[in-house]
T-cell receptor, first 111, second 110 residues
Framework: AQSVTQPDIHITVSEGASLELRCNYSYGATPYLFWYVQSPGQGLQLLLKYFSGDTLVQGIKGFEAEFKRSQSSFNLRKPSVHWSDAAEYFC?????????FGDGTTLTVKP | DGGITQSPKYLFRKEGQNVTLSCEQNLNHDAMYWYRQDPGQGLRLIYY???????QKGDIAEGYSVSREKKESFPLTVTSAQKNPTAFYLC?????????FGSGTRLTVV
């Protein structure tokens, strides 16, 4: 069965600092991996996705993620965080069937 | 623009009432999903449908019902059997290659 673990429930960073959100997955074959972002009271928006090829993928809003098969990880990064990045972030693994989501990481941005 | 529309945005239910949440998509997706979101608990799958006239229970289907009579529509009914229905409900469509989400319905029991 596929599963996703986001080890950090809550992360606080200062505005302008770099960010890395962790995601570990379990999947029997080559995974399709996703990061979604959710602002308070809103639905989820797709930030980026990895299917195959280059293991460093670029997404919207200046985010990127790196797929590391040996570590079963798909960590999300941003070089410089903006106050508007404060939100909840979900990692997900999919494929032929439905996706499985992690429990989310809440990002707080300090001024 | 293609997308998913959930209505209403806010819904209030009295004890013992059934209420229905609407979800409509114009993305031509075969599969649609309903999730419940509570603080600190991530997304929990209620029901999903991969084709018209067929649907499967997710992890927390008790107290909920769905129908899928049209490809575009996947309404969720929260029945009186659901003892703790206050939550944020999200509808999505897509496949394992990525989902599109609606903006959610917040249901409160009064």
């Amino acid at each position: 069965a596929q599963s996703v673990t986001q080890p950090d429930i809550h992360i606080t960073v200062s505005e302008g600092a770099s960010l890395e959100l962790r995601c570990n997955y379990s999947y029997g074959a080559t995974p399709y991996l996703f990061w979604y972002v959710q602002s308070p009271g809103q639905g989820l928006q797709l930030l980026l996705k990895y299917f195959s090829g280059d293991t460093l993928v670029q997404g919207i809003k200046g985010f990127e993620a790196e797929f590391k098969r040996s570590q079963s990880s798909f960590n999300l990064r941003k070089p410089s965080v903006h106050w508007s990045d404060a939100a909840e972030y979900f990692c997900a693994v999919g494929g032929a069937g439905k996706s499985t989501f992690g429990d989310g990481t809440t990002l707080t941005v300090k001024p | 623009d293609g997308g998913i529309t959930q209505s209403p945005k806010y819904l209030f239910r009295k004890e013992g009432q059934n209420v229905t949440l609407s979800c409509e998509q114009n993305l031509n997706h075969d599969a649609m999903y309903w999730y419940r979101q509570d603080p600190g608990q991530g997304l929990r799958l209620i029901y999903y449908s991969q084709i018209v006239n067929d649907f499967q229970k997710g992890d927390i289907a008790e107290g909920y019902s769905v129908s899928r009579e049209k490809k575009e529509s996947f309404p969720l009914t929260v029945t009186s059997a659901q003892k703790n229905p206050t939550a944020f409900y999200l509808c999505a469509s897509g496949t394992g290659y990525g989902y599109t989400f609606g903006s959610g319905t917040r249901l409160t029991v009064v």
